[in-house]
């Protein structure tokens, strides 16, 4: 009975104030780690989506602008600057025409260095006005 005493006298300082053991302090920690190991590949997947759903986004911008472009000057252009295209500081990916020729033109995308998608090279080859899909070499 006296030990119970102790316990529920410990149990009602601790509530008022007290410190937690290490003990307590290291269960939680390894909780904390577990589930942060548990959520970082997830984390990293849905990263990656979301940079490959901008560069398909901003490659296809740049089919539309490259397309009006050709419309208006019976050819394609050669360089973003002519379409009035300002990269973001933002993105993860460098853009730029390849090259382009009256009937063709290939717009390329590449990850930035120090970014996760460092290393990952997009093409979009655009076939007088049938553009394929943008894949990723």
């Not at 990293?44 to 490659?59: G, I, P, Y």
């Not at 740049?62 to 050669?78: D, I, K």
Request: net charge negative.
């Amino acid at each position: 009975m006296e030990n119970i005493e102790e316990l529920l006298d410990r149990t009602q300082h601790r509530a008022g104030g007290g410190r937690f053991t290490f003990r307590e302090v290291a269960v939680i920690a390894i909780f904390v780690v577990m589930l942060a190991a548990l959520a970082l590949p997830y984390y990293s997947k849905q990263q990656t989506q979301v940079m490959h759903a901008e560069v398909r986004a901003t490659l296809s911008d740049l089919r539309v602008m490259v397309e009006a472009y050709r419309s208006e000057y019976g050819r394609y252009t050669g360089s973003l600057e002519a379409l009035l295209y300002q990269q973001p500081s933002s993105s993860a990916y460098s853009y730029w025409i390849e090259s382009a020729t009256a009937d063709d033109c290939v717009i390329k995308a590449a990850g930035k260095e120090g970014e996760h998608s460092k290393g990952e090279v997009w093409e979009l080859l655009i076939i007088d006005k049938v553009a394929a899909a943008p894949r990723m070499k």
